[in-house]
């Protein structure tokens, strides 16, 4: 392990004296950004397996790119009507778009055509899942504290992007499925107040399913998102580099120093090892799982509509908002304002990414911490509130997801469609506040095992007696510690916690001024 410290720097020559060939070094230095390559290379990275989500999400973002730019070779995104004559029999003699033609083309005719396709959408969700994943482990640790807030909304930004280019996506083959995906999606847009129907003339280009929806989403799905993704994630890692890895509490770890792998060769090595067993798997599973059959849905109708029919997870939420919320409508002036799809396909979401916009900016204000610097992880039962809001808001989401299903659970359990979706409203209210109670709760009483773990040891399992006749366990002092986990001699409990987020970190703010 080697620790990379900030605002170091080797002793100068004196004055008069250079060393031979300097000249010629700083000539070059001043035209090319070659100056600190070697301080670069020895960039430290902690060691630990939760940091290695980012990098999840980059490799499968390069495997996403890779698979990609191989599929656009053969997908047509057009929606003018042709009967279907290749190798796929069942469907030979069908009228179907040109979209749908291709993607069969792509999965039957073309070889090694559908291992392609299912590596990239077994790729796209892993992309979303591993952002989700980073999210939270960021979120947990405290790490998008100043200085990293903008690196927080940076990340905010890549999920929301990555939703909407999974979608894009998703809906391009034209097949049963992703038309009623889309079918749902315009009528979000309907239920917009006053624009809706101008917004849903504009996206697909007339009345529904008009002819250039996948014409437009192909444009947005190959290039302007794929743009902005990859725009996104180099300012996020020049970020990263710049601003250094937050790191867990331990010795030798202080908020002015990183303690961890150089990048080159040692951390270099790690994480060529993790692009090959993500882009391996990932093949694995294009090769053997099979995903998104379209060939099993047929061709989009606007008369056909799939039973049983499930967007992929990273939208589930939405659908589940949609069949939780009642049948809500309001008639004002000759309009009809549909509450029940306005409200959970348009405010809930917005909230939502609102809300996650905004929390490190509101926490930091009330604790008093916005002044501070953090580089050190916070454990996540440190910040009792903080862990709270954040397993709540998990459970809200998977009550969600739950409930974007529900028809297919009340049908796989035979129990009532009607109980289930009250069960799962009662739920999304009662379910979040819980976790919230007992999750704060868990936070203090392993806090309170820990101290007293450290303070008597581990028991042995021997038990002695005393010479008054009584029994005591015997204890060894603890040599064992988890990542950030406090060793002795333990300090004193704080006899007035902050009561928002819970105890502030034990390490000095950095200095204001600091060199990189």
Known sequence: MRAARRGTAGTPPPAGRRPA????????DARLPVADGGKLLRKAFPDHWSFLLGELALYSLIVLVLTGVWLTLWFKPEMREVTYGGGYEPLRGVRMSQAFESTLQISFDVRGGLLIRQAHHWAALVFIAAIGLHLLRIFFTGA?????????????????????????????PDDLLSGTGLRIAQGIMLSIPVVGT???????????????????????????????????????????????????????????????KPLFPHFAAT???????????????????????????????????????????????????????????????????????????????????????????VEQRLTGEGSQEHHLCDRPRERPVRTGLGVAGITFYGVLLLAGGNDVVAQTF??????????????????????????????????????????????TGEVRQSVEGGYESGHRPVDKFRPGAPRPPLTPPDPHPEPRTGTSSPEPPAPAHRHR
Request: net charge neutral; aromatic share 14%; with cysteine.
């Open 414 to 459: 035979r129990i009532s469609l009607n109980t289930l979706t009250w069960v799962l409203r009662i739920a999304l209210v009662v379910a979040p506040v819980l976790a919230f109670m007992l999750t704060r709760r868990l936070c203090h009483a392993l806090l309170n095992a820990e101290r007293e773990r450290l303070a008597e040891g581990e028991e």
């Open 21 to 28: 060939g300097e000249r010629f070094a700083d000539a070059a």
């Open 198 to 260: 101008y917004v849903s003339m504009f996206v697909f280009g007339g009345e529904f399913p008009a002819d250039e929806i996948v014409t437009r989403l192909y444009s947005m799905h190959i290039l302007l998102l794929p743009g902005a993704l990859i725009a996104l994630v180099t300012v996020h890692l020049i970020l990263v580099f710049y601003l250094k890895h937050t790191q867990w509490r331990g010795p030798g770890r202080t908020n002015t120093n990183v303690v961890g």
């Open 271 to 361: 994480s060529s090892g993790l692009f090959f067993m993500v882009f391996g798997v990932l093949a694995l599973l294009g090769g053997i799982a099979q995903i998104n059959p379209v060939w099993v849905y047929g061709p989009y109708r606007t008369d056909y509509v799939s039973t049983g029919s499930q967007p992929d997870w990273y939208v589930g939420f939405l659908e589940g908002a949609l069949r939780l919320v009642p049948p809500w409508e309001t008639a004002v002036a000759g309009h009809t304002i549909m509450w029940n799809v306005l409200l959970p396909a348009v405010v809930l979401p917005a909230l939502l990414f609102l809300v996650l916009y905004l929390y490190p900016f």
């Open 144 to 172: 998008f504290r100043r200085p990293r807030e903008m690196n927080w909304v940076i990340g905010v930004t890549l999920f929301v992007l990555a939703l909407a280019e999974g979608f894009a996506g998703y809906s391009l």
